[in-house]
């Protein structure tokens, strides 16, 4: 039978494919939605990760009553040493908690009793001093469970009475006293309470709220001769030097610091990766560096090195990985990667059997991702899309945007890896719908590019600094972060990939793809990916995408 718990109870929380973990039962958050299941369940703050969930109530447990139940001696989970601390501080803040009813306060000798515990032993006493002498007589106290002798006066008349008690004679404090006393009972408990409450409120509110923005670093500039602007909606002076708003502009060696490194609370289940290219180094580091068990494959072994020595094991096939594992990361760069991998000779295929997870974090088109969940799901595995979005940088300091689509169990599973290697995920739903996202996003950053080159080549020709020109977008509505990067790469000429050209083209001719199927015109992106292939075609292929500035600049 489930335990009856309630809000402000401190317990263990144990979800599927994680150990149990110190967690506090708190109100619950509006923004998560609440599971529908009509079995019980709490909404749980995680201390250490400071993360929350609903919890099944047959899933929670007191803490106090079952530490040493789920405190591991070996194999310690990362992070559970200090959500054992956090829980620890703010059971020391907490009163001892008094197991009754709101409707069933305790009486007033009953709040004196846990006040006064010395007089536990002599609580049968009571005062007879003012009780009639009717002579010497055994009262049993069921009450109290205590027999006291009344003796009655000698004969030598009132003056020589003697009442004897065999229990020493005490004071009994005064009504107002005990109230007094009482009250300032009521008021510690509750003191302390607000603290625990207080200690909570802080982790979660550093949890939800948003990071705050990272000024860019200023870049020194040579002084320009002083432009005059015409109409200035700030009221700003007619007159000033257009290289003095160069600090607004991010480049290259201004962009955010990476950011600090995030607590999560690792799955004990066994994972496996295929491919480390560009992107795939940086996620199998954070899922290394956060504490998780992985096995690493790549078609060339000498990508493998830096995440052997950081900790990883290393698979000699596909298939092998996947065997060993209760589920793998795949991430390569195309559709026909994607299918050597899985139906090729020692593929992920021949190692999947019943329970097995495969997830593919590539960008493919839809007709691949369908082709390679059927194969999955036909010899009894699980298959999840998650393609991603962001660059090399992204990928390193575990800022990715993860767009999951497919089995749900699987996605829950993995979960944590996906805290691990990015900053949001979002399940989307049916088998397909993760590479829709991902190929229709792509043609907005692929056309803005576009864009952009054209434009810096069209500045330089009429005679503007393309400098300027970026310093100006970088103060317009419509600037970013990634066209300001862009923009520098393409000004300094430096082209090293974050982001291969050749895999930009490559999801703009999946999505104009995508559109021939349901009769969507794509005229600017069919454009873009004109000048992206003419990029392709003067050898800048594995060139950063900013290359294509070499195509728009004729």
Aim: charged content about 25%.
């Amino acid at each position: 039978m489930a335990e009856v718990h309630e809000v402000e109870d401190l317990v263990w929380a144990r979800m599927k494919g994680f150990p149990a973990w110190p967690g506090k039962i708190i109100e619950p958050k509006p923004e998560v939605k609440k599971p529908s299941t009509k079995k019980p369940q709490h909404f749980i703050f995680f201390f250490g990760s400071e993360n929350y969930a609903w919890v099944l109530d047959e899933n929670l447990f007191s803490y106090a009553e079952h530490k040493e139940k789920f405190t591991p001696a070996t194999r310690i989970p990362k992070g559970f040493r200090e959500a054992v601390e956090a829980i620890e501080e703010v059971l020391e803040t907490m009163p001892t908690k008094i197991k009754v009813r709101p409707n069933e306060l305790p009486s007033i000798d009953e709040e004196i009793a846990q006040i006064f515990p010395d007089r536990g032993s002599q609580h049968g006493t009571r005062d007879y001093t003012r009780e009639p002498l009717a002579g010497k007589h055994k009262v049993n106290h069921q009450d109290h469970g205590a027999v006291i002798d009344h003796i009655t006066p000698s004969k030598t008349g009132p003056s020589g009475a003697k009442r004897i008690f065999k229990s020493p004679r005490q004071r009994k404090p005064s009504k107002k006293k005990e109230e007094s006393l009482v009250s300032t009972k009521r008021a510690s408990v509750k003191k302390k309470k607000e603290l625990a409450d207080k200690v909570v409120k802080k982790a979660v509110k550093r949890v939800s709220s948003p990071p705050k923005p990272v000024s860019p670093i200023k870049r020194q500039r040579t002084p320009k001769i002083p432009v005059k602007f015409s109409k200035t909606p700030n009221k700003a002076t007619p007159t000033a030097k257009l290289s003095s708003l160069s600090n607004a502009t991010p480049s290259l060696s201004s962009v955010p610091e990476p950011p600090k490194r995030k607590s999560v609370i690792p799955t004990p289940c066994k994972i496996g990766f295929l491919g480390l290219g560009i992107i795939g180094q940086g996620m199998v580091n954070n899922l290394i560096s956060s504490g998780h068990e992985v096995t690493v494959w790549n078609r060339t072994s000498v990508k493998c090195r830096d995440a052997i020595k950081a900790g990883a094991l290393k698979g000699n096939t596909p298939a092998e990985v996947v065997q060993s594992c209760d589920f793998t990361f795949a991430c390569v760069s195309n559709p026909t990667a994607l299918k050597d991998l899985v139906f090729g000779n020692c593929g992920v295929l021949q190692g999947i059997t019943a329970g097995k997870g495969f997830v593919d974090m590539s960008t493919v088109d839809v007709e691949t991702t369908t082709d390679v969940h059927e194969a999955i799901c036909m010899r009894g595995g699980r298959f999840l899309e998650a393609p991603v979005l962001g660059t090399q940088d992204s990928s390193s300091n575990g800022q990715l945007v993860i767009l999951a689509a497919g089995d749900k169990t699987l996605y829950e599973d993995c979960y944590s890896c996906f805290e691990a290697m990015g900053r949001r995920t979002l399940h989307l739903g049916e088998i397909g719908n993760g590479s829709r996202m991902k190929l229709a996003l792509n043609t907005v950053l692929g056309t803005s590019l576009a864009g952009l080159a054209e434009a810096m080549a069209l500045s330089e020709k009429v005679g503007l600094h393309q400098e300027d020109m970026l310093d100006v977008l970088a103060m317009s509505g419509f600037s970013s972060p990634i066209l300001c990067e862009k923009g520098r790469a393409m000004i300094d000429g430096h082209f090293d990939a974050t982001f291969p050209l050749q895999h930009q083209q490559k999801d703009l001719r999946l999505a104009i793809e995508m559109a021939d199927q349901v009769d969507q015109p794509l005229a600017v992106a069919g454009a873009a990916n004109e000048l992206f292939k003419r990029a392709r075609a003067m050898g800048y292929s594995d060139s950063d995408v900013a290359a294509v500035f070499r195509a728009a600049n004729v």
